[in-house]
């Protein structure tokens, strides 16, 4: 009974037992000030340096995402500028070209037009040496046949220079 007897004579939770308060409030204090020593001067520190570090990291990336930005602006306004450049040379190209073509269009068209009026003029040459020759022979012919006729129906009376002008006068009324 020994042993009972000492149970007996003990409070149940030795954290309630008045005799120890101040033995834990003692180390109730040490334990805190130690905590609020490592908490206040190692670890708000780091957390505090981790949280500038990245409140500097963010401000770096928005500024850099702010110059990169107005970068990606200046290169817009810089390509188009150079896409109006090119459209406009395109269309100044367009215009010389077109303008060439005409100009090539023209003077070939000149060409054949003289050219035309060239063959033009010397087929009517030919068309009239043609005529002249075709008259002659033409008066020849109407003249040796317009003879025989005469000399058929007034024989001795009709001679060669009456029958060639009498035909003469006939065909200058048949051509106008």
């Known amino acids: 009974m020994a042993v009972e007897d000492t149970a007996a004579q003990q409070p149940g939770i030795p954290q309630l037992d008045f005799s120890t308060f101040p033995n ?19 670890a708000i520190p780091r957390i505090d340096g981790i949280v500038t570090q990245r409140d500097r990291r963010i401000r770096n990336d928005l500024n850099d995402a702010r110059n990169m930005n ?3 602006d200046r290169i817009q306004s810089e390509i188009e500028t150079i896409l109006d ?32 009026k060239a063959d ?12 002249a020759q075709s008259r002659d022979v033409i008066e020849e012919v109407a003249a040796g ?4 006729i005469a000399e058929s129906f007034l024989p001795g009376r009709a001679t060669r220079e ?7 006068v006939r065909l200058e009324e048949l051509e106008s």
């Open 70 to 72: 107005r970068s990606a």
């Open 85 to 116: 450049d090119a459209r406009r040379e395109a269309s100044e190209t367009l215009a010389v070209a077109r303008a060439e073509i005409q100009e090539e269009q023209q003077q070939t068209l000149d060409a054949v037009n003289a050219r035309i």
């Open 24 to 42: 834990q409030i003692f180390w109730l204090v040490i334990f805190l000030v130690a905590i609020y020593l490592i908490v206040g001067r190692v």
């Open 162 to 168: 009456m029958v060639n002008s009498e035909t003469k």
């Open 145 to 148: 046949a317009a003879l025989e």
């Open 120 to 131: 033009t003029a010397a087929a009517t040459e030919r068309i009239e040496e043609y005529r």
